[in-house]
């Protein structure tokens, strides 16, 4: 990992994704606590969840086809000048007047968005400039820092929510946008798939995102296996629904625990970033991947079965844990077997089948909730946990092979 660091375009795209993933943290967890602690039910929330996550669904798939058609560089630039100008923009607001619920639904859009393009395209750009013998490593300290920027988004934010209000906030993260855009100006980055886009230029984007579909459908156990790894992603992201709502009504508890539930669960990620890849050598892919979503459902029933404040934060940790770690052997397997000119449309593919799967949970979790509370949510989640063990347990075998066969 010394050698990663000593590269100095490992440095800068490390730096600006620890600032601009701190910002997009705050910006969430403000706005989400805010929502809810303002209007005192879920509907809000969950309303906005689900529009948020019906847009991303409806602009997905052209989302995807940039990544593979633009340089990822140019891409990353403008999603972190976006996000200063759309926050400091509404920091004026806030200084000048009351925040309504149009203007907190915009913040949450913009920053989804920010986040919907970043991953992919900042996987994009690592599977294009790095070698893949790196892969492993880059995808921990990405993951680590990543994680370290959440732990700060957690104690910081609830810190200032409850001192000096949510304009300070948005000022804070305009700021770290606009340093995440410094130090990504500085990377030094040729794009190298001109010869694949020329070859693509007479297919509408429709047809290019289509070539994703194709390449998922004739690889063996590769739908299967996608649809699976999103699970864990899809449940983290229904608990910034349903993690609010289960402190505020279940545990009757304040902002603090909220945020401190965030921060332990970054901290758990932040471990696992240091050692998933230590023990995926001990275990292997694939005993290494049903385990960790066995962690992920005991840490949500730790919640709902004993639902104390310090449990609840203590769990979160495991769930943290878990996720990553799911999520960085997915990643390395993602960058093994999908070609360099496909991975944004295929990552696209995916994260569209979770947003799906996201859409059908938050539709169902804000109509439900306020009346049955935030537990029922945790039970389902639990539910779909143990499916993707099945899931994964069918699948994963035949794409650790090719995975060992494309590396010999």
Known sequence: MGELFANRNFRRLFLGNLFSGFGQGMTMIGIAWYMVQTTGTATL???TMFCSGLLMFLIGPYLGTLIDRYSRKKILLAENIVGFLVLFLLTIWGYFGEY???SLIVIYLVTTLIYQVHYPAQTALVQEQFEPKS??????LLEIESQTSSVLAGGVAGFLLGLIGLQYVLFFNALTYLFAFLMVCRISYSFTLEKNISRNNH??????FMQSWHFVREK???????????????AVMVTNFLGPVFVVQTLKEDVLIYSFGEVTYSIGAIIAGVYTYHVMKRLGEYASMIVNFLIFALGFAGMIIFQIGWVYVAMYMIVGWANASTRLIRQSLYMKLIPKELMGRVMSFFTLVGLFMRLILIGLFTVITDTTGAVLGHIILI?????????IMRSLRPLLQESVERST
Do not use: D, E
């Open 45 to 47: 929330l969950g309303s």
């Open 100 to 102: 309504t619920n149009l």
């Open 135 to 140: 892969y492993h490593a880059i995808n921990s």
């Open 203 to 208: 297919n509408s984007w429709v047809g290019q």
């Open 220 to 234: 063996q156990g590769f739908f299967l296996f996608g649809i699976a790894v999103m699970i864990p992603f899809v």
């Open 383 to 391: 539910g779909l946990l143990l499916l993707g063990v099945l899931g």
